[in-house]
């Protein structure tokens, strides 16, 4: 669920009750535009109804490339040096 927090020129937001650190958004045109900027550097321009698909995915992506796992309740902290594999068995491979 896409929350505009409290009014500002521009709002920080949440996405299922987490807050999105670095984006804020605003709504014009009667909540049919919504203007995203990112770190108060970048910004885009976006129709309000895809608003949650693009601010979840740009959640996802900025908590990814802090080096969490996801944004929200079920981040934890990666580390690719503790993968666990384990083995189904051996595969065969054909004489070339």
């Known amino acids: 669920m896409l929350e505009y927090l409290p009014p500002r020129q ?3 937001i949440t996405i299922d009750g987490f807050a999105v ?10 909540g049919t535009i919504c ?7 970048f910004g885009a321009t976006i129709r309000a109804e895809d608003a949650q698909q693009v ?4 959640a996802n992506a900025l908590a990814i490339g802090a080096g969490y796992s996801c ?10 040096f503790k993968v666990r ?3 189904v068995g051996s595969v065969e ?4």
């Open 35 to 41: 203007h995203i900027s990112l770190d108060g550097r």
């Open 10 to 12: 521009a709002r920080e």
């Open 71 to 80: 944004h929200g309740e079920n981040s934890r902290v990666s580390n690719p």
């Open 93 to 96: 491979r054909e004489a070339p």
């Open 55 to 58: 601010l979840w995915l740009l």
């Open 85 to 87: 594999v384990t083995e």
């Open 21 to 30: 650190p670095k984006i804020e958004a605003r709504e014009t045109d009667n």
